[in-house]
């Protein structure tokens, strides 16, 4: 059974006891409030005594299923089609069957997906969803406070909003008088704080001073990056090819065994060591295509405190933009 498991973290929690059979939704439920945002990012099934598989490939509806009622927290999927009572919370999740070999879990803005092999029973599927338990509970929590995180951060864009900049507060002003050179903008340091000048008059709307600010923010964004590959490519042994700017919603990067490598832009946000640790493990994916050990160890050697600055990049929440 444990074969079967695709992690997507390191380390989990110790297997739980065992639950009650999970539900099987008629049809997808309608959407409430629930954990989503951009990272993003991006971090207890139950035995399946009784269940069947129907003639339309998954299991038919349990009865006696436990009421909604009697679970004080509740994480749903907007296209959630199975529900189980994990660690005294209801959640309702995705399923899906394709073509792969293990048994997936991934908690994202909606919710949790779980993805399983066509072959694979679905009690098979219960039991591996039962025994990470503990770690989807966590997961969706922390995706839900990281959601209220990022609506607390939602910036109103007007003459004085604020916003970071490598990790530093940077105030918004307004200055129709100048047209910055052509960019548009300029950052100015020469005050006690952080201000970046905009050449639009105090009318402009709130689109137009969020799409100006971003494509300042873009192109630092490129200058960065670009700077810290060329510093940790020789170090690593490895040579990037491309950069890409993503605008992802739950990933900051990738990387492809053709050199080509994707950031989001929105990593600019973070402190320059944030921003190192992200571009290190990119690059060690040139040399190790996984999450293995080894894996680590390339990652460790340019960047040593990399776990806390991993936990940073989770925690820390990066302003919303709508």
Request: with cysteine.
């Amino acid at each position: 059974m444990r074969s079967l498991l695709q992690f997507t973290l390191d380390l989990f929690d110790p297997e739980p006891p065992a639950w009650p059979p999970a539900r099987v939704l008629a049809a997808p439920a309608p959407k409430i409030a629930g954990p989503e945002g951009s990272n993003r990012p991006k971090t207890c099934v139950d035995s399946a005594q009784g269940v069947t598989e129907s003639k339309a490939g998954e299991a038919s509806l349990l009865p006696g299923s436990l009421p909604d009622a009697i679970a004080p927290l509740a994480f749903r999927h907007p296209r959630a089609n199975r529900e189980s009572r994990l660690c005294d919370a209801l959640v309702a999740y995705e399923f899906k069957r394709g073509k792969r070999r293990t048994i997936g879990f991934v908690v994202g803005p909606d919710g949790l997906v779980v993805s399983a092999p066509k072959w694979v029973p679905l009690y098979e599927v219960d039991a591996a969803v039962q025994e990470k338990s503990h770690w989807i509970i966590r997961k969706l929590g922390e995706t839900r406070e990281r959601h209220e995180r990022l609506t607390a951060n939602r910036i109103e864009w007007r003459d004085g909003s604020r916003f970071p900049f490598l990790g530093a507060p940077v105030t918004v002003v307004l200055n129709s008088r100048h047209a910055f050179g052509g960019a548009g903008a300029e950052l100015k340091t020469d005050a006690p704080c952080l201000s970046l000048q905009l050449g639009l008059p105090h009318s402009a709307t709130p689109e137009q001073i969020r799409d100006t600010v971003q494509a300042w923010l873009m192109r630092q964004a490129r200058r960065v990056f670009i700077e810290r590959l060329d510093h940790f490519a020789p170090q690593l042994q490895v040579q990037w090819r491309k950069l890409s700017l993503s605008n992802a919603g739950t990933r900051w990067g990738s990387a492809g065994i053709d050199g080509a490598i994707r950031l989001n832009w929105r990593l600019i946000h973070f402190r320059s060591p944030v921003i190192d640790y992200v571009v290190a493990h990119e690059l060690s994916h040139l040399r190790v295509m996984d999450h293995s050990p080894r894996f680590w160890d390339t990652v460790r050697s340019v960047v040593p405190d990399y776990a806390a600055l991993r936990g940073q990049l989770k925690d820390e929440a990066v302003p919303r933009w709508a």
